[in-house]
């Protein structure tokens, strides 16, 4: 079958000003600059720096051209405009060569897989589109974003070594969480709506996906999953997007549901109790006090830790499985305290669903 190939658009290295059509325009006329000069009254001096692209030709001075020439003064503004962008694009393009060695810190193949940002030849015009995909207008403006002291507070050391996939994985969350649409948050409406998504750990993703963004979303929070990505190996992550938004991004790093569980309440416990100028990132290893904290109201939500000695206590699947009935959650959950809290890794296996990727959640 055939198919469309995907057509680049070319970017000439060179500007050709509006004065080049004005020399020809006067030529075909047999019209002097002096005796245009004359017509239009504007200065021999002014129109030969027009004529050089030295200086621009200014809405007077187009329609002064149109009343003289016969041209419409809207071509003249036309070729005016289409130069100054033009000269722009050039030193744009010159500024982006200097910072060409960035993007190799970016993955773009794999933002190029995910189709984030279309491939393209021109490592330039890659350059840009990757800019774009950042939402900045240069490497230093990147920078000062992504690398300003205090976003970087609450960031894992994976963060300082891979910066690029890091950022990555985060802005796929980004712009994802932008287009769910959020009523403000309001602190009370998590609450409950954590309540409610708790009770929901028995159900499978295609059920209980669509019914967590909508009920996080009611309480200004969007819940986004996005792919893991390589050498980001995190849990989850939270930012606030405005002061009435926030976001929680999750993957299924673990593959099991209770390491995904653990996440969301890990996550939605830093939207409940921290600052909202921070990045908050989980990667199950860090001594950080919020991280420890977060880490704590989600042990505690899904099962408060007075149950564990009994958890502990537990020698057969349907013991498991009957606790679990009692506490309302997923025995696959249950089972990961379990391990948790025995080290015995081994044990209850066959209780944990594992969790894919499908048409519901990427």
Request: a positive charge.
């Amino acid at each position: 079958m055939l198919t469309a190939k995907k057509r680049y658009g070319f970017e000439p290295d060179f500007a050709i000003a509006p004065g080049e059509t004005l020399k020809e325009t006067m030529v075909s006329l047999n019209m002097g600059q002096k005796e245009l000069a004359v017509r239009t009254g504007l200065t021999v001096q002014s129109l030969n720096r027009i004529v050089k692209g030295e200086q621009p030709i200014s809405y007077e001075t187009a329609n002064k051209l149109e009343l003289a020439t016969g041209i419409p003064a809207r071509m003249w503004n036309n070729l005016e405009a289409q130069y100054r962008e033009q000269l722009s694009k050039i030193k744009e393009r010159i500024q982006l060569e200097v910072d060409l060695d960035w993007l190799k810190t970016i993955p773009t193949k794999e933002l190029i897989q995910r189709k984030a940002i279309d491939p393209q030849n021109d490592k330039v015009i890659l350059l840009r589109e990757t800019l774009k995909f950042y939402g900045v207008s240069s490497v230093n403006a990147w920078e000062e974003f992504w690398m300003e002291p205090a976003v970087a507070a609450r960031r894992s050391h994976c963060f300082e070594t891979c910066p690029g996939p890091a950022s990555a994985w985060i802005r796929l969350g980004e712009i994802q969480a932008h287009q769910i649409n959020c009523q403000p948050y309001e602190k009370n409406r998590f609450k409950k709506a954590l309540a409610a998504i708790r009770m929901m750990t028995e159900k499978e993703p295609e059920e209980f996906i669509p019914a967590m963004v909508q009920l996080c979303a009611d309480a200004g929070v969007a819940v986004v999953l996005v792919k893991e990505m390589k050498k980001v190996p995190w849990h989850g992550a939270t930012r606030w997007l405005s002061a009435s938004k926030a976001m929680i991004l999750l993957n299924l790093r673990g593959k099991t549901e209770d390491p995904f569980w653990i996440s969301f309440f890990h996550e939605a416990g830093h939207v409940l109790n921290d600052s909202k100028k921070d990045l908050y990132i989980n990667d199950g290893k860090s001594d950080n006090p919020q991280e420890q904290k977060a880490a704590e109201f989600a042990a505690e939500i899904l099962i408060p830790k007075s149950r564990n000695p009994e958890i502990v206590a537990k020698r057969s699947k349907q013991d498991l499985m009957q606790l679990a009935d009692e506490l309302k959650l997923s025995p696959g959950v249950v089972a990961g305290r379990y391990q948790r809290l025995t080290g015995k890794w081994n044990f209850f296996n066959g209780l944990k669903r594992k969790f894919q990727w499908g048409t519901t959640t990427e």
